[in-house]
Each structure stands twice: as C-alpha cells, then as structure tokens.
T-cell receptor, first 114, second 109 residues
Framework: KAGVTQTPRYLIKTRGQQVTLSCSPI?????VSWYQQTPGQGLQFLFE???????NKGNFPGRFSGRQFSNSRSEMNVSTLELGDSALYLC?????????????FGPGTRLTVL | GNSVTQMEGPVTLSEEAFLTINCTYT??????LFWYVQYPGEGLQLLLK?????DKGSNKGFEATYRKETTSFHLEKGSVQVSDSAVYFC????????FGAGTRLTVKP
C-alpha cells in the first residue's frame, strides 16, 4: 500500500508570495493533519481535516488555511509568506481522528522563504 | 490544554549502552501516548504506542509503559545500535494533539 505522499518536496518562495502544498493520504484514510516543524519551535500542529471538515486547529494566524477534498486529499495554503514561515511542513493521515489512531507521516515539504 | 515535556538532548551514547528518554505529560481525560522516530531527511515513523494506563508498547527493542500515576511514558532500550541514531518524539492525543520538543540521539560505535 502506498504511503502518504507530499508534493512538492522542496519549494523556494519570496516574502509576500503565497504557496499551496499538497498531501495524498494512504488509501482509505479519512483524516489528514498538518504540522509545521522548525528547529526553534519543534513540531507544531496546524489543523486536522476529517471527511472534508476541519476538526481541530492549532494556534496559527489566518494566513494558514487548508482544505480537504472528497477523495481525502488535502491542500494547505499559506498567504503573504514571511521569513519565519520557512519550515518543514509535514502531513499525516489516519483512518479516523480517534485518539487511539496511529498517524502515518509523509516525507514533508521543505519551504524556504527568501 | 495538553502539554508534553520531553527530555532535552542531545543524547550521545556508545553502542550497546542503555537508553532512557523521559516523557511526561499533562492532559485531561485519558490520552493515547505515542513515540515517533525521525531519521535524517525523513518524515516521522511510529515507533510504539499505548492507549490506556499500564499498557506497554514495544517495537524494535524499544519499550515504554503508560504510567497514569506519574503521567509518564518514558522510552527505553536495553542496547542501542548506531542505526538508532535519530530524533525521538513523544506525543499525546485526546481531543488535542501535542508533540514533545524531540530528543536527538547519537550512538557512536
């Protein structure tokens, strides 16, 4: 079974631009979560989607948004990029959003903002 | 909200040494507890998990026991290998998902 895939793997943008990252979950998984990983802040939860509905949201500004499609694929958008948005963005999928469910992570998209 | 406090690294050990990485948490209700590992240049992989008090998760020689009385989920391995060098993350999940800060482990031959 194919794992979680994220595209693109690497991205370079300049301040003020916007970016869209894509995540394809494991087949059959309906929950997709997004995380931001930086050396200074570690792993921070952005949001979770389940069956096209946002279930949980972390403490990030409104510039960070996401959506999930009917096939469970998810996209994350960051508008008006800032230097501090440079990070590894990880997507994870699971069967449901239940507390016992294991999340399976993709390899991440490394975003560099210049 | 939930919080996870994880032992600060980096941790450097010689091959075959005993490993302990501490993880304590605060949470409402009955969270599930997880350890994930991240090898260089890769995403996170589940190492083990426990979903209720006194459960012991184990995988690849690593173990951790869900201790509700001490709100802890310490990761242990009796004999580490060079290939265990990675960053280890403790995570809790009830209605809120939190990761610890991560502990970088380096094992030297």
């Amino acid at each position: 079974k194919a794992g979680v895939t994220q595209t693109p793997r690497y991205l370079i943008k300049t301040r003020g631009q916007q970016v869209t990252l894509s995540c394809s979950p494991i087949s059959g998984h309906r929950s997709v979560s997004w995380y931001q990983q930086t050396p200074g802040q570690g792993l921070q939860f952005l949001f979770e989607y389940f069956s096209e509905t946002q279930r949980n949201k972390g403490n990030f500004p409104g510039r960070f948004s996401g959506r999930q499609f009917s096939n469970s694929r998810s996209e994350m958008n960051v508008s008006t990029l800032e230097l501090g948005d440079s990070a590894l963005y990880l997507c994870a999928s699971s069967w449901t959003s239940g507390r016992t469910d294991t999340q399976y992570f993709g390899p991440g998209t490394r975003l560099t903002v210049l | 909200g939930n919080s996870v406090t994880q032992m600060e690294g980096p941790v450097t050990l010689s091959e075959e040494a005993f490993l302990t990485i501490n993880c304590t948490y605060t949470a409402t209700g009955y969270p599930s507890l997880f350890w994930y590992v991240q090898y260089p240049g890769e995403g996170l992989q589940l190492l083990l998990k426990a979903t209720k008090a006194d459960d012991k998760g184990s995988n690849k020689g690593f173990e951790a026991t869900y201790r509700k009385e001490t709100t802890s989920f310490h990761l242990e391995k009796g004999s580490v290998q060079v290939s265990d060098s990675a960053v280890y993350f403790c995570r809790i999940h009830n209605n809120d998902m939190r990761f610890g800060a991560g502990t970088r482990l380096t094992v030297k031959p």
